[in-house]
């Protein structure tokens, strides 16, 4: 049985329940790595998703954050990321957001990202649009990369990785009007859909990340692609770039 688009806006906000009445408690936070963290919160949502997704459309292949790969048939393949903005969450910043993408026979079709602070609900159904709280949305019109403003994220091993996004942020703040850091590349990709930001880049991602997002994105007319220009953006070594059509060139020019 194949999964709906009311689906798996069912699941993004009864997730997104079980962080909203976390939100506000002290948490049990435990690192993965240097700043890469999990909480109690994280586990649980993570819990319920993976719980409905096998009662209800058993047998499928699930790529979850905190799970990893749930060995399943690669016809239906999910994207899981139950907590999308931890350290924000974990720190009492109200940034984040469940993340759910699902893929029939490698073709990425239904997304969900959800905001419950916010109550915003993105979704997209592929060849179908993207809305926003059941409204449609659509990337901005600027044409311009000194009248856009962009957004990023950083990997966890950004102390010492060898591929430094930084000069790369310098690089773009100073010729946009403005680089972003909200530290969430599900909602960064989701903005960029909604005209919020004119484009998102980010290197060094997961699948889980960005998956549901970018198709988001894409629905809502983002040009979305690797770094490097590669369609299939999920693919390894996987990296980001969602841009209004106007400035996909000149933002990837700048990101050689």
Same mark, same amino acid.
């Given at each position: 049985?194949?999964?709906?688009?009311?689906?798996? #806006?069912?699941? *993004?906000? #009864?997730?997104?329940?079980?962080?909203?009445?976390?939100?506000?408690? =002290? !948490?049990?936070?435990?690192?993965?790595?240097?700043?890469?963290?999990?909480? #109690?919160?994280?586990?649980?949502?993570?819990?319920?998703?993976?719980? #409905?997704?096998?009662?209800?459309?058993?047998?499928?292949?699930?790529?979850? %954050?905190?799970?990893?790969? /749930?060995?399943?048939?690669?016809?239906?393949?999910?994207?899981?990321?139950? $907590?999308?903005?931890?350290?924000?969450? *974990?720190? !009492?910043?109200?940034?984040?957001?469940?993340? /759910?993408?699902?893929?029939?026979?490698?073709? $990425?079709?239904?997304?969900?990202?959800?905001?419950?602070?916010?109550? =915003?609900?993105?979704? *997209?159904?592929?060849?179908?649009?993207?809305?926003?709280? +059941?409204?449609?949305? !659509?990337?901005?019109?600027?044409? =311009?990369?000194?009248?856009? $403003?962009?957004?990023?994220?950083?990997?966890?091993?950004?102390?010492?990785? %060898? @591929?430094?996004?930084?000069?790369?942020?310098?690089?773009? &703040?100073?010729?946009?009007?403005?680089?972003?850091?909200?530290?969430?590349?599900? $909602?960064?990709?989701?903005?960029?859909?909604? +005209?919020?930001?004119? +484009?998102?880049? %980010?290197?060094? @991602?997961?699948?889980?990340?960005?998956?549901?997002?970018?198709?988001?994105?894409? =629905?809502? +007319?983002? /040009?979305?692609?690797?770094?490097?220009?590669?369609?299939?953006?999920?693919?390894?070594?996987?990296?980001?770039?969602?841009?209004?059509?106007?400035?996909? %060139? &000149?933002?990837?020019?700048?990101?050689?």
């Amino acid at each position: 049985m194949k999964p709906t688009l009311s689906d798996v #806006e069912r699941l *993004a906000r #009864e997730a997104g329940a079980i962080l909203r009445e976390g939100y506000n408690k =002290e !948490h049990t936070v435990h690192y993965k790595g240097t700043i890469d963290l999990v909480t #109690e919160s994280d586990h649980a949502s993570e819990a319920f998703l993976l719980g #409905e997704i096998k009662s209800h459309f058993p047998g499928g292949h699930i790529l979850a %954050e905190e799970s990893g790969s /749930i060995q399943g048939s690669n016809e239906d393949l999910w994207y899981i990321d139950p $907590l999308d903005g931890t350290v924000n969450y *974990a720190h !009492h910043i109200p940034i984040f957001c469940v993340s /759910i993408g699902f893929a029939s026979n490698g073709v $990425l079709t239904l997304g969900a990202v959800y905001d419950p602070m916010r109550d =915003e609900m993105f979704l *997209a159904e592929k060849g179908k649009g993207a809305t926003l709280n +059941g409204k449609p949305i !659509h990337v901005s019109n600027t044409t =311009e990369l000194e009248k856009s $403003l962009l957004v990023t994220g950083f990997p966890y091993d950004t102390w010492n990785t %060898e @591929l430094d996004n930084f000069k790369y942020f310098e690089r773009l &703040a100073k010729k946009t009007q403005g680089v972003r850091r909200l530290g969430s590349a599900a $909602l960064d990709a989701c903005y960029v859909g909604a +005209g919020r930001f004119d +484009g998102f880049w %980010e290197f060094k @991602l997961k699948p889980w990340d960005v998956a549901a997002g970018g198709l988001i994105a894409r =629905e809502a +007319g983002a /040009i979305v692609t690797s770094i490097d220009g590669r369609e299939d953006f999920l693919a390894s070594p996987l990296s980001i770039l969602a841009t209004t059509p106007g400035i996909y %060139e &000149a933002t990837k020019g700048q990101l050689k």
